[in-house]
């Protein structure tokens, strides 16, 4: 039972070519079975557990999980709606001499293993079985899901069929899409990874704790990064995004636009044509507060054709021509609305959206929410998944972008910048606590760096 931060993220196609590659399947089913059971007696005490076994793989490991739990003493029962139909969970039910309790008819127990459907889930639940999968779950103390909560697709985080929310969920080789997006993920609670030795390769994978470029003893203010902020009609935004990059490390960062105030430490001076010529400039961030007029159009203009690496936010994003040629590195940072004005409504996943948005456009793509994904134009992902649901705030957005540009101006190259700002902008979310503000958030960059 490990934490999924960096490890690669596996659709249930590429997770069943893993398996094939291993070769041994039922080898892979005794692992998962005794890490699943191996989990429950760490977090049971001595309380019992009650095993819901679905009619495929998944289910298979709930035997195993259950039979591994008895041999070592620990009070088990299972309980099942249907037959086992695959040879493995056919052999797996073989091992288990207890009884199987109906499910419609089981009795509750404090902890409650759900491995009723895994990645094979192609259709929802049985209404009446959801119905007693919900009863069970009600009544337990804690509920471990088995690879997926089940009612769960596998490979886009959509719900089939609402599971209970569960407490832990143990993805089983390796960590699947709806582990981490959303609805699907709210219903995974923890998500803690078995190993199964399968060691697959994916250009997806969970977002880690990035390589920060700390200063050092021969950093000045412009190597450590220099920020323009470009202003507009609201420059409140602007502003605490050109804090945002303060705090996230940038050395120097200039705002562009009106507004005077402290701090002092931000350099201000008003926008003019030549305001980006400045060959020190590492990052401009353009969006935070910029306005849709033909003030803001001439900025996002000059702003494009600076050649300077690019975030380009909020206002900027609804101006923007995806399809033009780049000159610059650049990032840019979408929510669901802004990248269906972008790119057009779509029901793929948001991994696939991110990754066509940044490919279209030859730009590394932040698609944000409750679920982030990172796409680069190579097709690499990264998702960054459990963030606070308190960021759900005016100015938020804006904090990111600043923190993009930092990172931009530190020297990452734009997909590891983007990265390192998400999880920097997660973290300081979590440190925040709740009911914070846009403004608490970015002291809290400080913090987290
Ligand atoms: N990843 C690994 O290395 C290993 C994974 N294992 C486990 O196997 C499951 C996947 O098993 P599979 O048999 O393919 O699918 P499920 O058990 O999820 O589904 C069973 C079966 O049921 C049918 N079905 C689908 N939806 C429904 C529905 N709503 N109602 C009724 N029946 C349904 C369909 O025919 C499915 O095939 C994976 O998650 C792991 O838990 C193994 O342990 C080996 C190692
Ligand atoms: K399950």
């Known amino acids: 039972m490990i934490p999924i931060d960096g490890h690669p993220i596996l659709t249930a196609a590429t997770m069943r070519a893993a398996e094939q590659a291993h070769g041994n399947l039922s080898a892979l089913m005794a692992q998962a079975g005794a890490g699943v059971a191996t989990a429950a007696r760490r977090l049971a005490g001595a309380s019992e557990v009650l095993v819901l076994c679905g009619p495929g793989n998944n289910g298979g490991d709930g035997y195993v999980a259950a039979v591994e739990l008895h041999v070592a003493g620990h009070p088990v029962r299972v309980a099942a ?24 008819t089981a009795r509750p127990a ?71 997006l959303q609805p699907a993920a709210r219903y995974a609670g923890h998500v803690r990874l078995i190993d199964l030795g399968l060691s697959p390769a994916s250009v997806a ?4 704790r990035p390589a920060f470029r700390d200063p050092g003893p021969d950093t000045h203010k412009y190597s450590r990064g220099m920020v323009a902020l470009v202003g507009g009609a609201m420059p409140g935004a602007s502003e605490l995004a050109s804090i945002a990059a303060l705090r996230a490390g940038a050395g120097y960062v200039l705002h562009l636009g009106d507004g005077t105030g402290p701090p002092h430490a931000l350099v201000r001076r008003p926008w003019s044509a030549g305001a980006l010529t400045d060959p020190r400039i590492g990052a401009v961030v353009i969006g935070p507060g910029l306005g849709r007029d033909d ?38 940072t979408p929510h669901a609305g802004e990248i269906d004005a972008l790119f057009g409504k779509s029901t793929a996943s948001k991994i696939d959206r991110a990754r066509v948005a ?29 963030a606070s ?25 734009p997909f590891e910048a983007a990265t390192a700002a998400v999880w920097l902008h997660r973290e300081a979310a979590r440190l925040c606590g709740r009911s914070f503000i846009a403004d608490d958030l970015v002291g809290a960059l400080s913090r987290v760096r």
Do not use: N, Y
């Not at 300077?308 to 590195?329: E, F, M, T, W, Y």
């Not at 308190?390 to 190259?413: C, E, Q």
């Open 110 to 180: 404090p902890i409650l293993i759900d491995a009723l459907f895994g990645t094979g889930l192609s259709r929802p639940l049985d209404a009446v079985h959801a119905m007693h999968f919900h009863r069970l779950a009600a009544a337990a103390r804690l509920t471990i899901a088995v690879d997926l909560p089940s009612g769960v697709t596998t490979d886009d985080g959509r719900v089939l069929t609402e599971p209970p929310r569960c407490h832990l969920t143990l993805a089983l080789g390796a960590v699947k899409p709806s582990h981490l």
């Open 389 to 413: 649901d308190w960021l759900s705030a005016a100015g938020t957005g804006d904090v990111l972008a600043g923190a993009t540009g930092a990172m931009l101006a530190s020297g990452l190259p």
């Open 358 to 386: 940044a490919a279209r456009a030859d730009v590394v793509v932040i698609f944000k929410g409750p679920d982030t994904v990172i796409a680069a134009p190579d097709s690499r992902v990264t998702v960054s998944a459990d």
């Open 81 to 104: 709606a249907t037959e086992p139909r695959t040879d493995l969970a056919r052999a797996a039910r073989a091992r288990w001499t207890g009884p199987v309790e109906p499910l419609a």
């Open 205 to 208: 994978t969970v977002i880690a």
């Open 295 to 332: 003030t803001a159009r001439d900025r996002l203009a000059t702003a494009l054709a600076s050649g300077r690496p690019l975030v380009i936010d909020g206002d900027a994003l609804h101006l923007l021509d995806a399809d033009a040629p780049r000159s610059a590195q650049t990032i840019l």
